[in-house]
């Protein structure tokens, strides 16, 4: 089973992508499962948001406390105390963050000894003119745990639907697609 917890503040788009995640997976055919945790409900306040994907039935209903991908959607969040993004993190683990900083700097900021992998999500959002970083993210995601881009491409497609313009649901694939591409690493 691969559990993935995210780390963002609220109105950064983590509870959207881990459902879009849950769905591209149930797609392959997988069992999913995809929820938030918030503490106060407000933009701008850290929250989290999970993932659980298997080939098998999930018969566990609580939170993920050792996963093995962490994401941080915003890096403000590493040097926050009670945001502990790498709490429970397996220490073979993965920890994913959009930063314009390498990953060497994240190991020195944080001490995690597993792989490291950093997209500079802000810009290539700011680049593609979606306006937040969980797109470019996700993508970035996708890389880290192998995960079929088309398949998310496809659901992202369809949560974008009619609700968008064309151009903005081309210039979220771009973001996407921009997001695998872009994802540097660092072994662990």
């Known amino acids: 089973m691969l559990e993935i917890r995210w780390h963002a503040r609220g109105g950064q788009g983590a509870k959207t992508v ?5 769905l591209a997976a149930l797609a ?28 098998r039935k ?33 220490p073979d683990g993965t920890l994913l963050v959009n930063t314009k900083a390498s990953p060497e700097e994240v190991r020195r900021r944080t001490g995690f000894p597993g792989r490291i992998m950093t997209v ?18 996700l993508g970035a995601l996708a890389r880290a745990v192998d995960f079929p881009l088309e398949l998310l491409a496809a659901e992202l497609k369809k949560t974008l639907g ?22 540097s690493a660092n072994g662990g």
């Open 18 to 22: 881990s459902q879009i995640l849950a």
């Open 58 to 90: 999930i018969r566990i209903h609580y939170n993920i406390y050792e996963p093995d991908v962490v994401v941080v959607i915003d890096d403000s969040l590493l040097s926050s105390e009670s945001a502990n993004v790498i709490d429970g993190l397996k």
């Open 162 to 183: 009619k609700k968008v313009p064309e151009r903005v649901i081309q210039a979220n694939l771009t973001a996407l697609r921009e997001g695998y591409a872009r994802v």
């Open 120 to 137: 500079d999500a802000d810009g290539i959002a700011a680049q593609t003119g979606v306006g937040y970083a969980n797109i470019p993210t």
């Open 28 to 55: 392959r055919g997988d069992y999913v499962q995809a929820f938030p945790e918030y503490g106060p409900e407000r933009s701008g306040a850290p929250m989290k948001a999970f993932n659980r994907i298997d080939e």
